[in-house]
């Protein structure tokens, strides 16, 4: 399962369902890119590189950015 799948599962949606309110809002969906790493948060629909509260490092990206739409 891939970053994309693990953060629709954490917000309780599917992909496409998550990705769709990504591009109707100014906000998105991100999620930590470090292997072994859920942590998720909201972030501007273009962030790729977001701060990861528990890694503590410059690692979320949002979800439009992992579905190569931005």
């Not at 599962?9 to 990504?22: F, Q, R, S, V």
């Not at 991100?30 to 501007?44: A, F, K, L, R």
């Amino acid at each position: 399962m891939g970053k994309l799948q693990d953060l629709a599962d954490i917000e309780g949606m599917d992909e496409m369902e998550m990705l769709e309110e990504a591009t109707c809002d100014s906000v998105a969906k991100g999620i930590c890119m470090n292997p072994g790493c859920d942590y998720s948060t909201t972030v501007e629909p273009d962030c790729t590189d977001g701060f990861c509260e528990e890694c503590e490092t410059q690692t979320v990206q949002s979800c439009l950015v992992i579905a190569g739409l931005i």
